[in-house]
């Protein structure tokens, strides 16, 4: 069956890069995209903030966007060491992940301050990744379901449509681990998110659900042939060119 959805394959850099080493990242990802030529799938890197521009300079031309990691709910004011989804398009960016897991626990972001940084990103013109995942113990518990189903209802805007929405699920204990659920849960995850969209929004069956969590290139393949996954978020796989490069031909 032909993809109805473009896949995007989106780098989450986190705290990792220096200007010289990140420039030569973005340029060999970006030589590959435009090597490649693809256009029935979008490849996606966010570096750290202070890096934006750099690499949006470097990616220019080529195909390969380029985000923020993360987001203020604010346009501006006082609000030391936050970014704003206005500064962040204004370096380059045209996506911004808000709500990551790692977001959530180090920072106490709740859902409600995740739906106002979406609404943020809109309001900026960028498109907002919208992440969520259940903990180990949730999992254990057999609440995954439950809690994916609160986080989307509360970080997941009124108002949202398939053009500019994207939602990521990151299973918290798979992040780094290199454990990965079965390709039957990461499926059944999504199929129950769709599902949850489908109370939210009219056009949920446009929305592209990204898989995260250990993605690498040599389980990639059977990860994004799973039924509802649209794509993938990758952390560590993203700061290898040839690997992040491996996962988007593995569409």
Same mark, same amino acid.
């Given at each position: 069956m032909a993809r109805t959805r473009r896949p995007l394959i989106a780098g989450n850099w986190k705290m990792n890069g220096l200007t010289s080493d990140a420039l030569a990242l973005a340029k060999d990802v970006a030589a590959g995209v435009s090597q490649a030529g693809w256009t029935d799938r979008?490849?996606?890197?966010?570096?750290?903030?202070?890096? %934006?521009?750099?690499?949006?300079?470097? &990616?220019? /031309?080529? #195909?390969?966007?380029?985000?923020?990691q993360n987001c203020h709910a604010k346009a501006n004011g006082a609000h030391t060491g936050d970014i704003s989804a206005e500064m962040l398009k204004d370096a380059g960016a045209s996506h911004?992940?808000?709500?990551?897991s790692e977001r959530r626990s180090d920072c106490g972001e709740t859902d409600a301050i995740v739906r106002a940084k979406a609404q943020a990103a809109w309001r900026a013109g960028l498109m907002p990744i919208v992440c969520i995942g259940e903990t180990l113990a949730e999992r254990e518990g057999g609440k995954t379901l439950a809690v994916l189903e609160t986080q989307l209802k509360g970080s997941v805007p009124a108002g949202s449509m398939?053009?500019?929405?994207? %939602?990521?699920?990151?299973?918290?204990? &798979?992040? /780094?681990? #290199?454990?990965?659920?079965?390709?039957?849960?990461?499926a059944a995850a999504h199929a129950h998110i769709r599902k949850v969209l489908g109370s939210l929004m009219s056009d949920a069956s446009g929305v592209r659900l990204l898989y995260g969590g250990s993605v690498k290139g040599s389980n990639a393949a059977?990860?994004?042939?799973?039924?509802d996954v649209d794509g993938a978020l990758v952390g560590g796989a993203s700061l290898n060119a040839a690997e992040f490069l491996a996962i988007a031909k593995a569409v």
């Open positions: 979008e490849l996606l890197v966010c570096p750290p903030a202070t890096l %934006v521009m750099a690499v949006a300079g470097a &990616a220019k /031309g080529s #195909g390969l966007l380029v985000g923020g911004v992940i808000v709500g990551h398939a053009a500019k929405l994207v %939602v990521a699920y990151e299973p918290v204990w &798979a992040i /780094g681990t #290199g454990k990965t659920p079965t390709v039957d849960e990461v059977e990860l994004l042939a799973a039924g």
